[in-house]
């Protein structure tokens, strides 16, 4: 059996992407290791996305993979024999599901992230961006 390790932090968007991945692909017996990204980086964390320092990280089999699409890019190739396909075998599809992710990285998470964070009239704004 593969070692899967799921290197994450539970308010991770990113995270959860990539945990869903695993469970759609009946990969439960995969390891979680939680790890707070912003104020208590661990070591196995530093070595394994020493680039961005950042979760998720999905080590397979002791290699890293770092980037939530990537990491579900590469569940669903690896485990092709398992259902379901978690992209289209149509490139067409595949390119508007990558689409509609990254927009959602770079559009909603950040608008959402801002509702949560700040207060006050800051608040007010990062509503309006995120209903926008």
């Given at each position: ?101 990254d927009y959602i990285d770079q559009k909603f998470i950040p608008a959402g992230s801002r509702v949560w964070r700040v207060k006050g009239e800051a608040q007010a704004v990062a509503k309006k961006e995120f209903i926008d």
């Amino acid at each position: 059996m593969d070692e899967l390790v799921l290197l994450n932090f539970w308010p991770s968007f990113f995270g959860a992407r990539a945990k869903i991945a695993l469970e759609e692909k009946g990969l439960t017996y995969y390891e979680r290791q939680e790890v707070d990204s912003y104020t208590a980086k661990s070591q196995l964390l530093l070595e394994m996305n020493p680039v961005h320092k950042k979760v998720p990280v999905l080590i397979h089999n002791g290699k890293p993979l770092c980037e939530s699409l990537l990491i579900v890019e590469y569940i669903d190739e690896v485990w092709k024999d398992k259902s379901p396909n978690l992209l289209s075998d149509d490139p067409c599809k595949r390119a508007r599901a990558r689409f509609w992710a990254d927009y959602i990285d770079q559009k909603f998470i950040p608008a959402g992230s801002r509702v949560w964070r700040v207060k006050g009239e800051a608040q007010a704004v990062a509503k309006k961006e995120f209903i926008d």
